[in-house]
């Protein structure tokens, strides 16, 4: 091989430490990262982080003494053939002795904050921050979505979880089918879902957004597409949700039509959680012909038989995924396509092309049902 | 055999010599025939998984890709990593086992060569059941660890989690059989004079490596037997349903899993251990803290499975054992590459090809180690268990691992094994390739894990920052490939090469480099005496020479070597029958299907047969 040697050698590391510095700034540089565990917004994440960002220092620092000590060894040692025989050394007890004791004691600084951190991860905190209650949201893995519960507001949604800024969530899960698990990383760390036995998680959101996660546990052909959002709500915001879902109800069209706008409805005068609330919009959607279409489509194309759109009430466990407030809702199938008018009119008429395997089977829908199933789901805000 | 019908004037050797090549390698027991298609098959299969990569990284390249079907990439992943697992990394060090365990110890053979062909049919027919599955279009597809209760018969219908259950069953025959045999070869059947302490360390971390196989299969076996009744006898040892448990699956199978890690790293770390001193002229810094490092590594690798599970939740307490255990790992495993360091300290070191992959292992594996300490801290490993940042720091480990080490081992072994040298121009382009395309596949995979892109997703949506990590692994594993192609034209060149290999090429410390290249069926014409470690550098250094004068040839008059035998080969087709069997049968009708029963009586006769055969010791020459 009459490969230019001494160039590969002396370009090719240079080249490989500028590559290496491109990916690591990259990776450093962004809030371009929503799905991030290096940016944590929360509690857990934070203690997650601490530790975490501790080992890597230790490990750089680690790593560059020895990959420094290994080239220091290949240039200054270098020999030729006919070089004669070096010094034959077997070992050096004390030595070795000190290379043994050296990454023990290295280890304890890991060893201490790691069994301290996981102690303190384990324990749910008894009160938030802001001094409530924590919040129990129950979570239900199904292949390949994710139901949310509310034991204590009596609400059932999907895919999307709500929680307020401020209030520690603590999160107790199972599946109905295979293992799952829940990961929001910039929130909390993973927990895996069993059929037989409930795990847990907590966390507390330390800033409103709106939070990706997706399912880490292989749970067959979908796994890619089990994705999911926690919203982090601000307390009025969180409060405005929780009141539009107690109002959730399937048959919209006479209950908004008859609303005038800026009133509450009275589901919410009953409650007194409405005060934000302006049903305005729905009211004009309902000036729609196609929503009532819709309607009568929802009805008996058999979406009702899976789906509800109501929040509240419903069985202990949903076949296909709560829909109330769904026209709200940022995504669609489980955290993988936009919520627009056009992505949901594709996903009712081609759901085993936009996601193979799910149980939604594929419905025929003219192109003018489909919009006025559309236009109806638009209006469950 | 042919023998029978040949005429009795002719002799036995005669007879041989004139069995058609087919038949000669179908039947050998010689440990270096079975060493080579050890190599040869692994390597096919190692080809194999790394199309499977390819096509995994293309899918992957660009977000909300539709190269290929979920379907088909969950075959593929399952396939990748069960294919470079069982039939890449594992064969490939059992190359090394079979070819030059005999040769370093001084023996003519191992201690049971028709037990040794078994375990290599026995390999070679598991290796095509499971790759079958594919012209079928049901390939495994449950991932490698085959998580209950996703791999079992309500969520796993058809054959694809079959082929695997059974395939994996099959193979794992295979390895405890060649566990056995290198077990008993090492304790029974080194030269005079070579005690534990005097053996080299490739001896050493083959032992040890059969210690862990030993321990660690039955358990997979057992779990393989419980999985497979479930699947196809409808009982329920993990579904919940019926009182079973997914957590029994998961314990078991990293009860097992976590040892095989260990399987797979410590032949390389014995090759490194070879080669690092060779090269450097120099004996191995710290011999026993190598040898009790290795085994105090095997010892935690048993106590350490859980750290697979922390987000199971498994609480505190566990949570807390399995993190500091694991920890622990990281002393011996230090201890190991300061010692590596130390041998090259103040060595005269020489720039061959096998130096070059050796000095990359230790490079890349100080970056997998490390990462694998950042997984020990529990609450870390929250956020980085099945994401990218796994598949980033297991790679460093197998590929920048085990990989660069066998690499380094094939060229340093080649002349040994073929008599005939690798070019070394393309030698050290295959490495450089091989470093840029590892490091541009696989070093992005870390940020792609932190930034959150879990594993063993077919695809994965735009705007979470993924993009460019992912398009640079892939560019990365085509240029990975394309250094594999240049390993293969570097053998194909070689192949056509007339030019012969010396005896010993590197000036080598062990007993291999005193016989011929590639050497005699009968490995040494006297049996070696060793008295000290490197016995052969002692032997020069008594002899007053820097290499030995290129050894003479013998006729091997009057050695005795086992005759070839087809009885393993069949033993292996009656096992692979046997579990065939349980697919065609539908055996939850009625259990013992024709094929089944079949494989099962064939094996016994072959077995019978095997047992009842002439000693038959076809004297090489009389």
């Known amino acids: 091989m009459a490969l230019p040697r001494a160039l590969w050698r002396r370009h090719l590391p240079l080249g490989l430490l500028a590559l290496f510095a491109v990916v690591v700034l990259a990776g450093c540089a962004g809030e371009n990262y929503p799905q991030s565990t290096l940016h944590p917004k929360g509690d857990f994440a934070e203690l997650v982080d601490a530790v975490f960002m501790k080992t890597v220092w230790w490990a750089t620092a680690i790593f560059i003494l020895v990959e420094a000590a290994l080239l220091y060894a290949i240039f200054k040692f270098r020999g030729k053939p006919d070089d004669p025989e070096p010094k034959q050394v077997h070992g050096s007890t004390v030595v070795e002795i000190i290379w043994t004791v050296i990454p023990a004691a290295v280890l304890a600084f890991v060893a201490v904050p790691t069994v301290q951190t996981i102690f303190k991860t384990a324990e749910i905190p008894a009160s938030s921050p802001d001094g409530q209650k924590p919040l129990t949201v129950e979570v239900i893995g199904h292949q390949w979505w994710w139901e949310f519960r509310y034991p204590e507001l009596g609400i059932i949604t999907a895919n999307e979880m709500h929680v307020p800024v401020g209030r520690t969530v603590d999160i107790r899960m199972k599946t109905v089918d295979v293992l799952h698990s829940f990961w929001i990383p910039q929130l909390a760390g993973k927990r895996d879902l069993f059929p037989n036995r409930e795990t847990r998680l907590w966390f507390t959101a330390k800033e409103a957004g709106e939070y990706p996660g997706a399912c880490a546990e292989f749970c067959g052909l979908q796994h890619g597409k089990m994705l999911f959002y926690v919203m982090a709500d601000t307390p009025a915001d969180f409060d405005a949700w929780v009141a539009r879902r107690m109002q959730d109800s399937v048959t919209v069209v006479p209950m908004a039509a008859a609303i005038p706008s800026d009133t509450v409805g009275p589901a919410a005068d009953a409650t007194g959680l409405m005060d934000t609330l302006t049903v305005s919009p729905m009211a004009q959607a309902a000036m729609d012909p196609r929503v009532a279409e819709g309607e009568k489509l929802f009805l008996t194309k058999a979406c009702a038989g899976c789906h509800s759109l109501k929040a509240v009430g419903g069985p202990p466990v949903m076949v296909g995924p709560n829909l109330g407030g769904i026209g709200a809702r940022r995504m669609i199938a489980a955290g993988w396509m936009r919520n627009t008018d056009e992505n949901l009119k594709h996903w009712l008429q081609n759901p085993q092309e936009v996601k193979e395997g799910v149980l939604m089977a594929g419905y025929t829908l003219s192109d003018a049902e489909a919009e006025a199933l559309v236009a109806y789901l638009r209006t469950k805000q | ?622």
Do not use: C
Not at chain 2, 128 to 157: D, E, H, K, M, V
Not at chain 2, 230 to 244: E, I, Q, W, Y
Not at chain 2, 516 to 526: A, H, L, R, T, V
């Open chain 2, 1 to 622: 055999m042919a023998t029978t019908v040949l005429e009795p004037t002719m002799t036995r050797t005669a007879a041989l010599a004139k069995r058609s090549v087919l038949v000669d390698w179908l039947t050998t027991v010689d440990h270096k025939k079975i060493g080579i298609m050890y190599g040869a098959w692994a390597f096919f299969f190692f080809v194999i998984g790394g199309v499977e990569a390819l096509i995994i990284r293309a899918q992957l390249a660009r977000p909300e890709a539709t190269l290929v079907s979920p379907e088909f990439y969950n075959q593929l992943f399952t396939m990748h990593g069960t294919t470079m697992i069982f039939l890449a990394v594992m064969p490939l060090s059992a190359m090394f086992f079979n070819f030059m365990i005999p040769l370093l110890i001084g023996a003519r053979d191992v201690a049971f060569p028709r037990l040794n062909a078994m375990s290599l049919w026995v390999f070679v027919l598991g290796g095509l059941f499971l790759n079958a599955s594919f012209l079928f279009g049901t390939a495994p597809n449950g991932g490698w660890f085959g998580y209950a209760p996703l791999s079992g018969r309500q969520y796993s219908p058809g054959p694809h989690m079959d082929f695997w259950v059974l395939g994996l069953q099959i193979l794992g025959i295979a390895s405890l059989a060649a566990g056995v045999n290198f077990f008993t070869t090492i304790l029974n059947m080194r030269a005079r004079g070579m005690t534990l302490m005097r053996m080299p360390m490739f001896v050493w971390a083959t032992l040890i490596t059969q210690v862990l196989v030993l321990l660690s299969f039955p358990v997979i076996t057992v779990a393989l037997i419980l999985l497979m009744a479930d699947r196809l006898f409808g009982s329920g040892f993990f579904v919940t349903a019926m009182g079973g448990d997914p957590m029994l699956w998961q314990h078991l199978f990293w009860v097992f899993g976590h040892p095989e890690v260990y399987i797979l790293i410590l032949p390389a770390f014995g090759i490194i251990s070879e080669i690092l001193p060779v090269f450097s002229r120099k004996p191995l810094f710290g011999y026993s803290a190598m040898v009790f490092s290795s085994a105090f590594i095997a010892f935690l690798g048993f106590g350490v499975w859980s750290h697979h599970m922390f987000s199971t939740g498994m609480g505190p307490l566990a949570d807390s054992f399995f993190s500091l255990a694991t920890m622990l790992i990281a002393i011996p495993t230090g201890v190991k590459i300061f010692n590596w360091i130390g041998t090259l300290w103040g060595g005269s070191l020489q720039f061959k090809t096998p130096m070059y992959f050796a000095l990359g292992f230790i490079a890349m594996f100080i970056m997998g180690g490390l990462s694998g300490v950042m997984h020990s801290v529990a609450p870390a490993d929250l956020q980085q268990t099945d994401t990218y940042f796994v598949v980033a720091h297991f790679h460093y480990v197998l590929f920048g691992g085990s990989i660069l080490a066998l690499t380094a081992g094939a060229y340093y072994w080649w002349p040994k094994m073929f008599g005939k040298m690798l070019d070394e121009g393309l030698g050290k382009f295959h490495f450089w390739t091989t470093m840029i395309g590892f490091n541009l596949t696989f070093f992005p995979m870390h940020f792609a894990g932190l930034l959150g892109m879990p594993r063993r997703v077919y695809t994965y949506p735009s705007g979470l920052g993924f993009d460019l990590y992912n398009l640079m692994a892939t560019v990365g594993a085509f240029f990975l490939a394309f250094s594999i192609l240049v390993f293969m034209w570097n053998v194909i060149k070689t192949w056509r090469s007339s030019e012969r290999a010396p005896a010993d090429p590197w000036g080598g410390a062990t007993l291999e480099w005193t016989i011929p290249s590639p050497p005699q069926e009968w490995n040494f014409d006297d049996e070696p005496v060793v008295t000290e470690r490197d016995a052969v550098w002692g032997m020069k250094r008594a002899a007053g020479v820097r290499m030995l004068p290129e050894p003479v040839a013998g006729d091997g008059k009057g050695i005795h070597m086992p005759g070839p035998s087809w009885w393993p080969l069949v033993v292996s087709l009656g096992i692979l029958s046997f579990f065939v069997g349980f697919m065609f049968d539908k055996p939850w009708a009625f259990p013992f299907g024709p094929v089944t029963v079949f494989g099962l009586l064939l094996t016994t006769f072959a077995i019978f047969k095997w047992a009842y055969e002439a000693p038959d010791a076809h004297a090489t020459n009389h």
